[in-house]
């Protein structure tokens, strides 16, 4: 079974930075790609970023310069900075996996709170 186990979320005023971890385990052939997804209250789910298993990387528009996504095997990092109220949401984890059940997997969401 996989799971995508996120942590980091929290409070933080605007401005201010914080770090996302999302760790895939489980019994995994492979990991492709990962990445991150948000939905605020009321909104559509939609990507933030996502990172191949060779690095390349892609972010949306409202979070160009501001954040970066990183990897080391099957975690992957969201490093979140100059935060600003609109980036409140659940963040998400998603990663292609090559496993039993080889698929998409979402993690269960960690709650980000930027005050302004």
């Known amino acids: 079974q996989v799971q995508l186990v996120e942590s980091g979320g929290g409070l933080v005023q605007a401005g201010g930075s914080l770090r996302l971890s999302c760790a895939a385990s489980?019994?995994?052939?492979?990991?492709?790609?990962m990445g991150w997804y948000r939905q605020a209250p009321g909104k559509q789910r939609e990507l933030v970023a996502i990172?191949?298993?060779?690095?390349s990387t892609n972010f949306a528009d409202s979070v160009k310069g501001r954040f970066t996504i990183s990897r080391a095997k099957d975690t992957v990092y969201l490093q979140m900075n100059s935060l600003k109220a609109e980036d409140t949401a659940v963040y998400y984890c998603?990663?292609?996996?090559?496993?039993?059940?080889?698929?998409?997997?979402w993690g269960r969401g960690t709650q980000v709170i930027v005050s302004s």
């Open positions: 998603n990663a292609g996996v090559v496993a039993g059940v080889t698929g998409a997997y």
């Open positions: 990172i191949t298993s060779g690095g």
């Open positions: 489980g019994s995994i052939f492979r990991v492709n790609a």
